[in-house]
Every structure is written in structure tokens, then in C-alpha cells.
């Protein structure tokens, strides 16, 4: 197998930027950028945010104040209930966000940056979660905010064409 430059510069973002969330998640700080090159390009130092690398932005991680046990178990757990959803196994990811909600009462789900590029079967899954966890406020928000996303909308009818016969 050939892996070009342009993706093996791809994987090497990719992998960078999972690190920076398991690096959020823990509440360890960014560690200084490499001065290496890939494929022969150098590259460029990142001066990471934590609030722009975590998965879960809060207040918490902006103010740099080091998370509970309890605040890292719910992220973790709400990190898990992502990947779970991307495999589109909806069951045990709703089980995922369930621990996520019960543990930190003032996780929101839906501040995960591609929470909003999951299926809807993922969305289904956090209302679920959060009605289990007794959170039926957040619950109630996410359905609303979700048929306002996921409305019907019009799709304009496309003109007919009208078929001429062909004389002899």
C-alpha cells in the first residue's frame, strides 16, 4: 500500500488532534510543539487553546482549573458515547451519555464540536440519556432545539419538461 504526502500529513493532524482531546480530557496541559518535519515539510508550531482542542468546552477547562474525578469520568464517558454514536451503535452510546449526565449535572452534550454532524439516531440517544439521568429540562432543550434543525422543509418542484414529437 502507497500512502501519499498530502495524507500521511492528514494522519499525522488527525492523530495530533485526538492527543489534544485525551490530553483535554485528563486536564494534563499541551506539551511544547515538535520541531520535526513529516515527509519532508516542516512543521509549523500549534499554540493550542485548550478550549478550542477539548471536546467539551467549560468553563472549567477555559480558566484552566484541574477537573474533578468525577468532571473526567463524565467526559470520558461522554467522549466514549461519541465514538459509540460514529459506529452507529446508538444503544450503548446512550448508555455512554447516561453515565456522562448523571456524573456531571452540568455537562452539556451538545457543546461537543461535531455533535451536531452525528446521525440522528445519536441525537435520539443524548434525549434518552439525558430523561434517564432525570435531566428532563436538557432534555426537553435538545428536542426542541432538534426539530427546529431537523425540520421539514419545502423542496421546490421540479419543472416538467415538455416532450415534442418528432415529425417525418
Same mark, same amino acid.
Given at each position: ?11 499525522? @493532524?488527525?492523530?495530533? /488532534?485526538?492527543?489534544?482531546?485525551? &490530553?483535554?480530557?485528563?486536564?494534563? $496541559? *499541551?506539551? +511544547? !510543539?515538535? %520541531? ?39 467526559? @470520558?464517558?461522554?467522549? /466514549?458515547?461519541?465514538?459509540?454514536? &460514529?459506529?452507529?451503535?446508538?444503544? $450503548? *452510546?446512550? +448508555? !455512554?451519555? %447516561? ?39 436538557? @432534555? ?15 423542496? *421546490? ?12
Amino acid at each position: 500500500m502507497v500512502i501519499s504526502e498530502p495524507a500521511i500529513i492528514c494522519l499525522t @493532524a488527525s492523530t495530533e /488532534r485526538i492527543k489534544g482531546w485525551l &490530553r483535554a480530557l485528563s486536564g494534563r $496541559p *499541551a506539551p +511544547a !510543539a515538535p %520541531e520535526t518535519a513529516v515527509a519532508g515539510l516542516p512543521l509549523q508550531p500549534v499554540v493550542a487553546d485548550a478550549a478550542v482542542v477539548s471536546p467539551l468546552p467549560t468553563t472549567a477547562v477555559a480558566e484552566q482549573v484541574p477537573l474533578t474525578a468525577t468532571e473526567r469520568r463524565a467526559r @470520558a464517558a461522554a467522549f /466514549r458515547g461519541m465514538m459509540l454514536a &460514529r459506529q452507529r451503535r446508538f444503544e $450503548p *452510546a446512550e +448508555a !455512554a451519555f %447516561e453515565e456522562a449526565a448523571r456524573r456531571d449535572p452540568h455537562l452539556d452534550l451538545t457543546a461537543i464540536p461535531t455533535f451536531w454532524q452525528l446521525e440522528r439516531g445519536a441525537h435520539e440517544a443524548a434525549i434518552h440519556a439525558y430523561d434517564a439521568a432525570g435531566r428532563q429540562r436538557d @432534555a426537553q432543550e435538545l428536542t426542541a432545539r432538534m426539530r427546529n434543525v431537523f425540520r421539514p422543509r419545502l423542496v *421546490a418542484e421540479r419543472p416538467t419538461r415538455r416532450v415534442v414529437a418528432a415529425r417525418e
